[in-house]
């Protein structure tokens, strides 16, 4: 049961992390950016892409992984 809510939890904090970063991102686009604003937006964008994939690895291993709801649930629903 604890391991379901972690992976929960961290399924939910990555998709608040994406959606964030996208965020900053946006608003520090510009036309010309100096060195030290591209250096933050690629900070940014490592940051983006480890929630991302933590968001893909949380998600496989709680449909695939046996970790709280059966497989079937996530399988046929249309939106998963």
Not at 22 to 35: F, M, S
Request: no cysteine; proline share 1%; aromatic share 18%.
């Amino acid at each position: 049961m604890t391991l379901e809510i972690f992976f929960r939890y961290l399924h939910f904090i990555s998709i608040f992390t994406v959606f964030s970063t996208l965020v900053a991102e946006y608003i520090l686009l510009e036309k010309t950016l100096t060195r030290k604003e591209i250096g933050r937006l690629a900070r940014i964008d490592f940051v983006y892409g480890i929630a991302a994939l933590t968001i893909l690895g949380a998600g496989l291993t709680l449909w695939f992984g046996g970790v709280g709801k059966p497989t079937e649930f996530y399988t046929h629903n249309w939106i998963f």
